[in-house]
């Protein structure tokens, strides 16, 4: 039987992490049926690297839906999640010698390189293991100017080889011993409200690589556009439809790389949030509501520890989170968190119902970006539970445990 909300947070505690893995499993067959049918999805880990969610992304579609990691961690929860390593692809612009060597040796393959040395770093390491590393060139190119979405590509960065020197360097990159280009990165936006946006910047990155493959010899076996697919963040909605993408992407691709249906090359988008924000809500308990001239502080047993850390630079918490609707407003207030310091905040001035010590709120749409995305060891306090529900009963309930282990020698 499954359980409530109540009894969940009872059999718990406070905070907790809520992940219905049910709408994984959707997000991901909605997001296959957006794109055209052939394409291959990466799930990157970083939204949330929980094994039972990167489970969740596979079941079922072993073959389309792979994982996109960017440390050992990750690829560690990829595989804990019964996905075969040669199915990863290593992402990030600073991979160590170490990390490249411990994921070649468990069996990945494939490895977006970020910059020249990078891609030599992972050609060192690989011809020491005697194998070849399936490289894409992530690239850095001007974008088409699209109004929506964080915008990752164009300015120069620590991402991505600069799409304007490769007609210089492309030669060197095609012969760096221990690795094979076997096509190109981009990933040129996050969070794309508005669909003309996001076929926009498709059709850029499309025409960017069909022009660099017939220019300049870039070898085309996998090409991976990027995501932008965008979901809420801690506010009740929905997943961003795409109603126009399948058939415009198809269009595009059929005009600029007109063998690509028959895998030539392969097209591969990403997403993050797509995939895993609507699984997971925050349940935490009301501590304390101290009244004041603007309106109760709602003081809960989480704050910016559990949730929305990132919020400090500005990326990823919107500035107020929105309590699950349901519980009729009463009144504004500001939510805080429980920690010593006046950047625990959730919510300034924001709409709430009538709350007291004891109550049970829950923040929506917190599966992306939660957990592993807060200020975990601020303050020292535990992290909260996550547990995981399939068809409503529970799969897992854990805890990550953050704790002081020796290094070295210990001293
Ligand atoms: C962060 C990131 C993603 C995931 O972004 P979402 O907005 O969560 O979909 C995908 N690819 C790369 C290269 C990233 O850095």
Known sequence: MSLTTAELAERYGTPLYVYDLDRVTAARDDLLATLPEGFDLYYALKANPHPEVVRAVREGAEEVCRPEVSSLGELDAALAAGHPAGNCLYTGPGKTDTEIDRAIGLGVREF??????????????????????????????????????????????QFGIDGDTLAETLPQLLSVPGTTVIGAHFFTMSNAGDEESLLGEYEHVIETAAGLGSDLGLPLELLDIGGGFAAPYAVPGNRTPYPKLRAGLADLLDLHLPQWRAGQPRIACESGRYLAAEC?????????????????????????????????????????????????????????????????????????????????????????????????????????????????????????EPRRTPVGDGR
């Open 112 to 157: 977006s390189a970020e910059s020249p040395s990078d891609l030599r770093h992972i050609g060192n390491v690989a011809s020491r293991h005697g194998v070849v590393a399936r490289c894409i060139l992530r690239l850095n190119i001007a974008s088409a100017g699209a109004a929506t979405g964080i915008r990752m590509m164009g300015r120069p960065s």
């Open 280 to 400: 997971g809500s925050l349940v935490s308990r009301v501590v304390n509501v101290k009244e004041g001239s603007g309106g109760p502080f709602v003081v809960l047993d989480g704050g910016i520890n559990v949730l929305g850390g990132l919020s400090g630079i500005g990326r990823l918490l919107p500035a107020a989170v929105q309590l699950d609707p349901g519980l009729r407003p009463a009144g504004r207030g500001t939510l805080v968190g429980p920690l010593c310091t006046p950047g625990d905040s959730l919510g300034r001035n924001v709409q709430l119902p009538a709350l007291a010590p004891g109550d049970l709120v829950t923040i929506p749409n917190v599966g992306a970006y939660g957990l592993t995305a807060s200020l975990v060891h601020f303050l020292s306090r535990p992290a909260p539970a996550e547990v995981t529900l399939r068809g409503g009963e529970v799969v897992s309930a854990t805890r990550l």
